[in-house]
């Protein structure tokens, strides 16, 4: 819970007023300790369904604060460019996760794609963090479009991967 408060305070506190490569630092760090809890969780044999539930429910709340903060820079300046692409990474990141979990609601599998998400969390924060030190924005665009489409790439691949299983003659 800790990691993903973190990752709220550094892309919704910093990412609104451009401050891009503090909140990618203080990102960085929260998302590097996310990563440890449950790794340490199975190490100690106290993994749990819940522990899984929450850590997947929080990752997404850290996912929305990341793309939300870029999204709400972007507003504020107007840029309907930028705007569109981070709603699309935002949008299409939770159906990429959502199709995962509904496939295995279902008792089927979706972890196929081409986008995971350390995938899409490594680009965005790269790119909005070297923006955050000057590089031209140009990246952070080129990024985000290859992000969006990578998602739904992935949102596809998991609908026909399901499709698949679900038209399987049972056994």
């Known amino acids: 819970m800790l990691g993903t408060?973190?990752?709220?305070v550094g892309a919704l506190g910093f990412y609104?007023?451009?401050h891009f490569l503090a909140g990618t630092l203080i990102i960085a760090v929260f998302v590097f300790s996310d990563t440890l809890d449950g790794i340490m969780a199975r190490a100690a044999g106290k993994s749990s369904s819940w522990g899984a539930f929450l850590d997947s429910t929080l990752d997404r709340i850290g996912d929305a604060a990341i793309f939300g903060g870029l999204l709400l820079y972007y507003a504020k300046v107007q840029n309907h460019l930028m705007v569109n692409l981070t709603l699309a990474c935002l949008v299409l990141g939770m159906l990429v996760s959502y199709a995962r979990a509904r496939a295995e609601g279902l008792g089927m599998?979706?972890?196929?794609?081409i986008a995971e998400r350390a995938d899409r969390l490594v680009a965005v924060l790269v790119a909005t963090g070297l923006v955050g030190m000057g590089v031209p924005e140009v990246l952070l665009t080129v990024?985000?479009?290859v992000l969006a489409v990578a998602s739904l790439v992935t949102v596809v691949q998991r609908i026909v991967f399901v499709r698949r299983q679900a038209l399987?003659?049972?056994a």
């Open 143 to 145: 990024v985000l479009a």
């Open 168 to 170: 399987r003659p049972a």
């Open 16 to 18: 609104p007023n451009h």
């Open 5 to 8: 408060l973190g990752v709220c």
């Open 109 to 113: 599998t979706a972890n196929v794609g």
